[in-house]
């Protein structure tokens, strides 16, 4: 599965932003998908993580009630809704996908991974 992110900008904290990451290949159903992120002078971070049928998903505690991760199969993509953004979400954000139905929060758990979308939140 090849991926590429898009949706990135700056934002206001409070604000929202709406990323997303559009797959290639015929197993995009088949697969579980999550979105890591990687702030300067850190190692990149587990976000959310979302089942191949999108029945499940999974949150880091840091967005959990304030994220939400979705996918659409018929389309190929997988979305990030970021909403009351804060400073501390300011990071590139990456797109990733396993090859199996079942999520994962562990970066050697995705196989796949597209280029990144730079977030930046002002305060």
């Known amino acids: 599965v090849q991926l590429q992110a898009s949706g990135g900008g700056l934002a206001q904290a409070g604000g929202s932003l709406r990323l997303s990451c559009a797959a290639s290949g015929r197993t995009f159903s088949r697969v579980a998908m999550g979105w890591f992120r990687q702030a300067p002078g850190k190692e990149r971070e587990f976000v959310a993580a979302?089942?191949?049928?999108?029945?499940?998903?999974y949150y880091a505690d840091s967005v959990k009630g304030r994220f939400t991760i979705s996918r659409d199969n018929a389309k190929n993509t997988v979305h990030l809704q970021m909403n009351s953004l804060k400073p501390e979400d300011t990071a590139v954000y990456y797109c990733?996908?396993?090859?199996?139905?079942?999520?994962?929060?562990?970066?050697?758990?995705?196989?796949?991974w597209g280029q990144g979308t730079q977030v930046t939140v002002s305060s």
């Open positions: 979302i089942s191949s049928g999108g029945g499940s998903t």
């Open positions: 990733a996908g396993r090859s199996v139905p079942s999520m994962a929060t562990y970066l050697s758990g995705f196989g796949s």
